[in-house]
């Protein structure tokens, strides 16, 4: 069997990060095409690991809801997962249920004293685990000042609820409390294209109108030249108000927006278990030994065919 003579570029993309926050990252992937891109959000949403709640073991539930509601609401409980990479998943762990190295302990013990009704949450659920590396792993707190704990129950005057938890490593495949992220998306780049014969038609009030129609602020009216201009194209669809806005005012060809084949616009937003910057990275470091693998695979059975 001869070898193709055709050569392949690699592909090596480019990064721009277009917004960081605490809970969300917003970045453009250009030189590359949608299978790829659409490879890296399937392994963010459902291969990056981290720690969530796996197992409760309920003491005294005296409570309005039932044991498995409470349970429930506890395993979606994110978890700071920032050392999840030392520990082994449940299945690959050599002991007989759990142990330091694939499990981190929690309780929960609160009993109303008082005569009025109290809140049980997050903050109320306490890491009991022997060693440094698990105590690192504590419910996630917040983005801000402002956010609450997540709330599990409210006790009435006399009421109690305890009980003890394990967590363990997990991914998204196996349960979404496992997920890093709330939201996860990706959209291609807009291109507008402006038909100046068209706008030049327009008035001074039409040209205003159509600029502030658009939620996204693309387009900037040019006081001085009496023009509209693109000023940034990063949200703009097809279904966008300014095109609407057009067609009612009678130029439904004042604009055109193409999609950018080769250029991608990824929004991620965390839960809090990682931050939004290190579950790309992550995500990235997954794919990238899963298409390692792939391509061992690939030269084995080649080679193995060749042998043949």
Do not use: W
Not at 141 to 148: K, P, S
Not at 263 to 284: C, D, H, M, Y
């Amino acid at each position: 069997m001869g070898k193709s003579s055709r050569k392949h570029s690699s592909r090596k993309p480019d990064v721009e990060i277009l917004e960081l926050k605490e809970d969300r990252i917003v970045f453009a992937l250009s030189k590359t095409d949608l299978s790829m891109v659409n490879a890296l959000r399937r392994v963010i949403i459902a291969e990056t690991p981290t720690l969530a709640i796996d197992f409760l073991d309920m003491k005294v539930n005296t409570s309005v809801l039932n044991d498995e509601f409470i349970a429930h609401r506890v395993g979606l409980i994110p978890l700071v997962s920032s050392n999840e990479h030392e520990f082994n998943y449940g299945r690959d762990c050599d002991c007989a249920d759990y142990c330091e190295k694939c499990s981190v302990l929690f309780a929960l013990d609160v009993t109303n004293n008082t005569s009025e009704n109290i809140e049980v949450t997050s903050n109320h659920l306490i890491n009991v685990s022997p060693t440094a590396k698990q105590r690192q792993v504590k419910p996630f707190g917040g983005f801000g000042d402002d956010d609450e704990p997540i709330l599990l129950a409210k006790l009435g005057p006399g009421s109690q609820l305890k009980f003890s938890a394990i967590a363990k490593k997990g991914f998204g495949k196996e349960h979404a409390k496992f997920q890093p992220c709330s939201i996860c998306t990706f959209q291609q780049e807009s291109e507008i294209q402006i038909n100046h014969s068209v706008m030049d038609t327009l008035n001074e009030h039409q040209m205003k109108k159509f600029v502030e129609s658009c939620p996204y602020k693309a387009f900037q009216y040019d006081q001085h030249g009496k023009q509209v201009t693109v000023e940034q194209y990063t949200n703009c669809t097809n279904s966008c108000e300014c095109l609407s806005c057009a067609k009612g005012m009678g130029f439904p060809d004042l604009i055109k927006i193409v999609p950018k084949l080769n250029k991608f616009i990824f929004t991620v937003e965390t839960v809090g278990s990682l931050p939004p910057a290190e579950v790309v990275v992550r995500a990235l470091g997954h794919l990238s030994e899963k298409i390692k693998t792939l391509k061992t695979a690939v030269q084995t059975l080649g080679e193995d065919t060749m042998e043949e």
